[in-house]
């Protein structure tokens, strides 16, 4: 049985709830006949909500931020892990029940450089900035509809969804679009139709697992390539500071990269809550 956390009924005024985790995982091989490599990564990161009720007024906000690096002995770079930062506000009214008119907000950036790499004349591996802070960056807002069972179980549709990507121009090549940003320039310009969904349930005791569910679709141009952007959070809680957790990401944007894009994370988490 999955079960929704949930009031019966919601806490009037603000509710604000965190998580700060630190990630390890390692692995070392010795004379390991199917060969390895050692390597050693560490992850932070913080989940945010600060959600305000009151009457038929409902706002919703949450902040995502994590930053992860990975060292290999064979490797004479530091490599990312994850690299996030993210904000979320969703406000409704309550129309009826369940249902709220609504509007939202999404940014979404990096902290830091990211690279590609690849191989010199001699063999050496060599990389070559890519991403920063900033570039990309996104920014999406709009009205629409919102059901809101509560906190932990929600869908927002929004039919008129405003999108701006943020890059740096010097990054822009003739003939090949940087994350869909035009040579020479430093923003883009969509308008499309947004939804976002959200649960977070308890598995059974002690292990939790969070979804997080966007799906944009640019009216302006090729609607039909439909992005998607899906995080899955489970944490086995251990005891009041340490869990195991498991993330597992997925994107698909055909501006930024012709497939899917995926990342995992399992490791050993120390946790803080406030």
Do not use: H
Not at 138 to 143: I, M, R, V, W
Request: proline share 3%.
């Amino acid at each position: 049985t999955v079960l929704f956390a949930q009031n019966e009924e919601p806490t009037e005024g603000w509710t604000k709830k965190g998580t700060f985790t630190l990630l390890f995982n390692q692995s070392a091989f010795s004379d390991w006949v199917a060969g390895g490599e050692n390597n050693v990564a560490g992850n932070i990161g913080l989940n945010y909500d600060f959600n305000y009720r009151k009457g038929a007024v409902s706002w919703d906000n949450k902040i995502i931020a994590s930053y992860g690096l990975t060292k290999s002995k064979n490797s004479p770079f530091e490599k990312k892990t994850d690299d996030r930062f993210e904000f979320n506000s969703l406000y409704g009214k309550q129309a009826k029940g369940n249902w709220f008119y609504s509007a939202f907000l999404n940014f979404k950036t990096q902290f830091a450089t990211g690279y590609t790499y690849g191989k010199d004349e001699n063999g050496q591996e060599i990389r070559t900035e890519f991403t920063n802070i900033m570039s990309p960056g996104y920014l999406s807002f709009g009205p629409g509809m919102l059901w809101k069972k509560s906190d932990n179980l929600k869908i927002n549709l929004a039919p008129s969804t405003a999108k701006l990507v943020f890059v740096d121009k010097a990054f822009t090549l003739p003939n090949d679009g940087y994350f869909g940003v035009e040579e020479g320039k430093s923003t883009r310009f969509e308008l499309g139709f947004n939804a976002s969904f959200y649960a977070k349930a308890n598995l059974m005791e002690n292990v939790s697992m969070e979804n997080i569910l966007n799906l944009y679709s640019n009216y302006l141009e090729d609607p039909q390539n439909m992005d998607l952007d899906y995080t899955m959070n489970i944490v086995m809680t251990i005891n009041k500071y340490l869990s195991t957790n498991f993330i597992f990401q997925t994107i698909y944007d055909d501006n930024a990269f012709s497939g899917f894009q995926v990342r995992e994370v399992l490791g050993l988490g120390i946790n803080y809550s406030f």
